[in-house]
Every structure is written in structure tokens, then in C-alpha cells.
């Protein structure tokens, strides 16, 4: 069988083992396998529809600017909860291990492996989209952080958005304008 | 009885399959040592914020002193494993709810998988029923005699430093939203089991610094932020020339500190200061001079939020006794009250036992529809959306709804106004009295059942930014989920802290979705006596089909 046939005729088994691997990284997965309901169960429902997605995209040989959707979705929960960089972003790769096992066990291993390398390949550039979208969320959350300080809503303790500080300063800034003005 | 249970649910709680959570954990959880590293734990308290607290609450915040959470010492006093079993034997003498809370819980699981700090985490000790029992353990292992005499087979454990380590973990990854209580079949607030938890560890001083310092401010000055009156006043004014503005109408009516009005006013002082609330407070002062009402602030209770009830009772008390105060000194018949979160749970729940009955103040009722609030006979405080829903109901709004045509709106139930006291129907009598396009979030996400914003209860600190991001997940799915299939771009709320923290939360998530008040779109919809021709909404932003409208000329005294 090539590989294409394999991926498509074993869809479901092989997403399976893929969804529960990645499910597997967090501390008490049984309930994010479980549960079906999407609104009670986000991270189940966010990596299940994900995977799902980019599987899809990788057995219909679509090309891969469409996995970024999907891929972000993902990303974005991986990079503010608590993984390593490395560990957040592993989950394209452990689809490789998964389809080799697969491959392998079928009784005519040539037909895919040619296709193997093509495969593999491809998730390779998915798994470097991935370490991209991880470091935009991460920016993205400093982002938010500086703005939150900037916007005046997180302001209490330094003062700096401290309405009645900032009048001050402008005040003694403008006077001290007005003194180098003099000066010169 | 619950103990033949108790033998075996330090394991199974979080391992049996059969349990609704079907979580595995690799260990027992009381051998999950927990790690404190830079995002995962709020900042300790100056050691200047903590000396300013305790010369008015001697004895309730700890001794004053620089200390480092990722450190092993973090400079306790000697007998802080004595003061920490003495203010649980006070409490469980005090509070019956919390004795009660203690004993009754069957380990059932219902709660288990309700947080929202589990769901965006997977953290079995996130788990409601695990996080109440890291305090449980304690009271078994010393107030019960089975769990002094067995220890950990009775589920009791000593107090020890990995212990209080785990409490100022997990105590401040929970916002008290109370969602895993209507779970509960028994009704276990595990809210209130964290307040007693906080209440304990600030007696041996250990507390994060962005609760204390606004609790001190507010204690200050009046507000969290620490504005002085003067202050306070002059940016409250500044919001009118916008208004002008936007509206061509200069507003007469704002005062402060006037003695002898009908209304005092308490805002959460947010709405004077950052975006967004100053547009909610925009909307607020739209609707009192729409309708003459006869109101004043004061500069001195000029913050609805209390970050007392963060801490302690006693502080959350002297807070909120600024309230009546006021209203006192100020001589009001009634007070009204601006679209604040954690300010309705404290005037709900506590404030007419705790600094009530006030014997100045009057049933309220309001002067325009001649309603009287009985629901607010013994607190004498009224919400602003009660108030605003009693106005549209009696037909005493001109309202041109079209107006907020570039609002695609949803509603987040915040914690405190809707599971904390019980407000529902209110807020979206309003919204669907003001704009055209509103849509709810899926049913479980809302209402009583609504997610938390993720950051309530004073861990909207940017240096926990990340975990404010997985608590916040559970609700932003829901919001992706209206923004796809109806392009909801606005989600609007009545809770001062909901505007601050889910501003960030969308930011992230579902970053084309803006953050309102209600009084926001009122405001924006309220047709004003001398208006202009309405082209752009309180934020200065284009109405939909701007310059197309018809004359918003239905005002009968215009000439
Ligand atoms: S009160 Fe809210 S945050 Fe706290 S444990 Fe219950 S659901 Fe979680
Ligand atoms: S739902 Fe109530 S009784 Fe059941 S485990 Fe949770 S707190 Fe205990």
C-alpha cells in the first residue's frame, strides 16, 4: 500500500494515537479525552479539531500555508501553559513516530516508504511553522503585558499612569522647559 | 461517615477513572512538590504596604519584611505553624460555614472538572475538590480526632512549609468566582474556603503585593489607584468635554461631595481612569442627565472594588464601611451603585451585616419611575442596571438603538454581579433594549453557569500574565465561538476588573473583539435633549452608516 492510501484507510486509528499522545502531555488527561461538550472541555476540543485539521491538510497534499490556522490554535494554548518551548511545539513531531509505526507494521512496507520521506518532509516544515507561531504568541503576550501597563489599567505602583504624577511631571517638565528656554 | 471514603481519596480523587474527571495523575497528590518560577506566582507585598496595613489591623497582615517567593525562606515568624492553627480554630468558631464547608464534602467529584483554571491547565490540584482539600488536610491532621491519631490515612497531614507553599500556590490560582458551587450537591462554596485560606495567610504575612497595595490605597485615599480628590475630580471632568464632543451636549448635572443629594454614586474608580471604563462612565453620567436625576460622588468612597475582601473580613469591613459613611456624611437617601464586580459581591453577601443596618438612609426608590427597590430595602444600595433597566421599562429612555449598528454584542456574566447575587436578566433587558445586534454565548458558558474572566480576585497582575491567559481560556473559547458564527465584535460586561482583564484575554485570543460596559451602549443610544447629529460613538468611532441617519430630531422639547 503507499502511503496515502495508508494515511486515509487508517485516519482514524492513527489520529486517534496522535490526539491522546498530545492529550497525554498534560498532568490528568482522562478528562480532556473524555469529555465531549467543547464549551467544558477547550483544550480537548481545541487539539482534537486541530490535529484533525492539519492531518487533513497533510493527506490531501494541500499546501501547507493552510496548516497555520490550525497550527495557532494549538499553539496559542501550548505557549502560555506550563511546557518548555521545546515540549509545546513537540506534538507535530510525534505524528512522525506514529505513522513510521504504522508504516511498519504493514506487510508491504516498500509501497510507503517512498512516500515516508515525502510525508516527513512536509511535517518538518509544518513543525518550523510551529516554532514561529509559538514565538509570535509568546510576543504577543509581552505585548499585552506592556500595554495593559501603558493603558493605565494595571497603574498603581509606579506612578507612571498616575494621573495626578503625570501631572506633576508635565508641570516640573514644562517649567524646566521653560527654564532652558530662558537660558538659550 | 464521610471517612470510610477518606482512606483512599487522596489517591482516588484525582486517579479513579469512575470519577467524573477521569484524571490520572502519576502520583499521590500530596507528593507533588510545587515550584514556584517567574509567571506561575503573584509578587510579595512591599514591606512599606504591609507596615502602612498592619498600624490599622495590627496583627492580621504578618510581620512587615522583604521577602522572596522562589526563595526557601521566605522569613517567617518562629511560631508561624502555631499562628496559622490558631487562626483556623478562631475561624472554624467564627464562621460555621467554614467548619461545615470542612466536614460535609463526599468527595463526589462534581466540582472536579468546573474550574476554569483546571480546564485551561489540567492541573489536578486546580480541581475544586483537591484545592479545598490542600486546607482540609490540615483541619483533618488537627481538628479532628481521626486524623490526628492517623495522619494521612484519615486524610490529615501536619502543617509544614511545602504545605503553605502549596496554599499560596493554588489560593491564588483561584478567582472565588464560585462556579463549582452550583455543582456542588451540598452547596461547598470552595470560594469561601479560599477567602479563610487567604485570611490565613496573610496572618503569618504572606500576600502579594497587587492586592495590598490598591487595599491600602483604597484605605488611603478612597480609591485603589490612590488618585486624590483632586485628582479624581479633574479626570471624572475631563470625560465631559468628550462627551460635548461626541454629543454637542455640555452636562450640568456631575458633582461632587455634595451635601444633600438624593443619590450617592460609588464607581469602581477604574471608570474615571483607564480604558474602557471611562466610556461606561461616559454612558452613567449620559443617563443621569437624561433623566435630571439628582446624584453626587464622593472623592473620599470613590472605589466601589474592594480589595479588602481579598485579605481579610476586617479589611473588607473598613473598606466598605466608607459606603455608608459617605452617604452619611453626605446626607443621601440612597446609595446607587456603577457596573462593579467584586463591590456587589461584598454589598450583597456582607455589607448590611457587617456595617449595616444604616439607620440614615432610606428604602431606595427611584425619583423618575417612582419604582421602589425592595430587593435593596436592607443594603439601601441599588445596581446601575436595576436603575437603568427600571428606566427603559417605564419608557423614560429615548433610545435610537441603530446607534450601536457597529456593535455585534455579546454578554459576559460576571462572576460576582450574576452567580454572586444573582443578577441575570437585567443586563440583557438593557442590551436588547439598546442595540440591534445581540447574540449569547452557548448556554454552559453563561448565566450562572458563566466562565470566569480569569483573573478576578486580585490576580489581574501582569506578572502572571500566562497564567491569567489558561484561566481566561474556558471563556474566550466560548466568546471564539459567537465571533464565528455571528462576527461578534464586542463583549460587553458590568464589572469594572471584567473590562481591565478581558481586554488582555481578547487580546490574545480573539483579538478583533473589543470590551465594553453596558452603560456604554446605553450612552450611545441615548438620544439627548440639544444633541448634534450623532455621527461617532463615545469612543469617537464612526456609527455605521454615519451621515445617512435620519435626524435624531424625535426630542419633544426641542424646538
Ligand atoms: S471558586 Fe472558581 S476559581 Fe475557585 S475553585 Fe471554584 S471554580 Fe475554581
Ligand atoms: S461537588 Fe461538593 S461534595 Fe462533591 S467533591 Fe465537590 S465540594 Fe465535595
Redesign the interface.
Known amino acids: 500500500m503507499d502511503l496515502q492510501s495508508l494515511l486515509s484507510s487508517k485516519k482514524k486509528a492513527i489520529l486517534q494515537k496522535w490526539t491522546d499522545a498530545v492529550l497525554d502531555t498534560y498532568e490528568s488527561p482522562g478528562f480532556f479525552k473524555k469529555q465531549k461538550d467543547r464549551f467544558a472541555n477547550p483544550i480537548g476540543a481545541t487539539i482534537s479539531d486541530g490535529l484533525q485539521e492539519l492531518y487533513d491538510i497533510l493527506l490531501e497534499n494541500r499546501e501547507l500555508d493552510e496548516a497555520a490556522a490550525p497550527l495557532e490554535s494549538i499553539i496559542k494554548m501550548r505557549a502560555v501553559q506550563d511546557f518548555t518551548p521545546s515540549r509545546a511545539v513537540s506534538f507535530v513531531y510525534q505524528l512522525k513516530g506514529i505513522v513510521r509505526q504504522e508504516a511498519a507494521g504493514e506487510k508491504n512496507s516498500e509501497g510507503s516508504r517512498a512516500g515516508l520521506a515525502v510525508f516527513e518532509a512536509r511535517l518538518d516544515r509544518v513543525a518550523l511553522m510551529a516554532f514561529d507561531l509559538y514565538m509570535e504568541c509568546r510576543e504577543r503576550l509581552h505585548r499585552i503585558r506592556v500595554n495593559e501597563v501603558l493603558s493605565g489599567r494595571s497603574a498603581l505602583t509606579d506612578g507612571t499612569k498616575c494621573v495626578s504624577a503625570r501631572l506633576k511631571r508635565e508641570q516640573a517638565e514644562a517649567a524646566d522647559n521653560n527654564q532652558s528656554n530662558r537660558l538659550t | 461517615m464521610a471517612d470510610t471514603k477518606v482512606e483512599q481519596m487522596s489517591v482516588d480523587v484525582?486517579r479513579d477513572?469512575s470519577m467524573?474527571?477521569?484524571?490520572?495523575?502519576?502520583k499521590d497528590w500530596m507528593d507533588m512538590p510545587v515550584t514556584f518560577k517567574p509567571g506561575?506566582y503573584c509578587y510579595p507585598a512591599k514591606k512599606s504596604i504591609v507596615e502602612y496595613l498592619d498600624k490599622g489591623l495590627p496583627g492580621l497582615f504578618g510581620v512587615p519584611r522583604e521577602w522572596q517567593v522562589e526563595s526557601d525562606d521566605w522569613q517567617l515568624p518562629e511560631n508561624w505553624v502555631e499562628i496559622i492553627l490558631q487562626g483556623m480554630r478562631e475561624r472554624l468558631d467564627k464562621f460555621r460555614s467554614f467548619k461545615v464547608f470542612m466536614d460535609i464534602c463526599v468527595r463526589c467529584g462534581a466540582c472536579?472538572?468546573k474550574c476554569h483554571f483546571f480546564?485551561?491547565?489540567?492541573?489536578?490540584k486546580n480541581m475544586p475538590v483537591l484545592r479545598a482539600e490542600l486546607l482540609r488536610s490540615i483541619y483533618r491532621g488537627n481538628f479532628t480526632k481521626a486524623g490526628r491519631i492517623l495522619g494521612s490515612i484519615a486524610g490529615g497531614r501536619p502543617m509544614t512549609f511545602e504545605v503553605l507553599k502549596e496554599w499560596f500556590m493554588y489560593f491564588y490560582q483561584c478567582t472565588e468566582c464560585r462556579r463549582c458551587s452550583v455543582f456542588c450537591p451540598y452547596g461547598i462554596d470552595t470560594a469561601e474556603i479560599t477567602m479563610m485560606a487567604r485570611e490565613l495567610l496573610h496572618l503569618v504575612g504572606v500576600g502579594t503585593?497587587w492586592i495590598l497595595?490598591?487595599a491600602a490605597?483604597s484605605n488611603r485615599t478612597g480609591n485603589?489607584?490612590?488618585?486624590?480628590p483632586?485628582?479624581f475630580k479633574?479626570?471624572a471632568e475631563f470625560l465631559l468635554d468628550d462627551i460635548e464632543e461626541v454629543t454637542g451636549v455640555k452636562l450640568q448635572n456631575l458633582t461632587f461631595n455634595r451635601k444633600g443629594a438624593e443619590v450617592l454614586f460609588v464607581i469602581p474608580s477604574?471608570d474615571v481612569?483607564?480604558?474602557p471604563g471611562i466610556f461606561t462612565f461616559m454612558g452613567y453620567l449620559l443617563i443621569f442627565e437624561h433623566v435630571g436625576l439628582d446624584y453626587t460622588i464622593s472623592t473620599y468612597s470613590s472605589e466601589g472594588g474592594n480589595f479588602g475582601s481579598f485579605t481579610n473580613n476586617e479589611l473588607m469591613k473598613k473598606l466598605n464601611g466608607k459606603m455608608y459613611a459617605e452617604a452619611k456624611r453626605l446626607g443621601v437617601k440612597w446609595i446607587l451603585g456603577g457596573e462593579c464586580g467584586h463591590m456587589w459581591r461584598v454589598v450583597h453577601q456582607y455589607m448590611e451585616t457587617m456595617n449595616g443596618p444604616p439607620d440614615n438612609l432610606e428604602v431606595p426608590k427611584s425619583p423618575i419611575t417612582g419604582t421602589v427597590f425592595e430587593n435593596a430595602a436592607a443594603a439601601k444600595m441599588v445596581h446601575i442596571s436595576e436603575f437603568t433597566a427600571d428606566l427603559i421599562k417605564h419608557d423614560k429612555l429615548k433610545i435610537d438603538k441603530s446607534r450601536n449598528d457597529h456593535r455585534v454584542v455579546t454578554f459576559h456574566d460576571s462572576c460576582n454581579p450574576s452567580r454572586g447575587m444573582g443578577m441575570l436578566e437585567e443586563p440583557r433587558y438593557i442590551l436588547q433594549n439598546v442595540c440591534n445586534k445581540f447574540y449569547e454565548m452557548?448556554e454552559?458558558?453563561i448565566r450562572e453557569q458563566t466562565f470566569c474572566c480569569g483573573s478576578g480576585t486580585g490576580l489581574?497582575?501582569?506578572e502572571i500574565?500566562?497564567l491569567r491567559?489558561?484561566g481566561g481560556?474556558?471563556r474566550a473559547?466560548?466568546v471564539k465561538?459567537v465571533e464565528e458564527k455571528h462576527g461578534v465584535n464586542m463583549l460587553s460586561c458590568i464589572c469594572a476588573i471584567d473590562r481591565?482583564t478581558l481586554?488582555?484575554l481578547m487580546?490574545?485570543?480573539n483579538p478583533n473583539v473589543g470590551v465594553c460596559g453596558i452603560s456604554e451602549l446605553v450612552g450611545n443610544a441615548l438620544i439627548m435633549e440639544g444633541e448634534k447629529v450623532r455621527d461617532q460613538d463615545l469612543r469617537f468611532e464612526e456609527l455605521a452608516g454615519a451621515g445617512q441617519g435620519e435626524e435624531p430630531g424625535t426630542n419633544e422639547e426641542g424646538e
Open positions: 484525582v477513572p467524573m474527571t477521569g484524571a490520572i495523575p502519576r506561575n472536579a472538572d480546564l485551561g491547565t489540567g492541573d489536578p503585593n497595595e490598591p490605597n485603589h489607584l490612590g488618585l486624590q483632586h485628582t479633574q479626570n477604574a481612569f483607564a480604558d452557548p454552559n458558558t489581574n497582575t501582569g500574565m500566562d491567559m489558561r481560556l474556558p473559547n466560548a465561538h481591565a481586554l488582555a487580546e490574545y485570543w
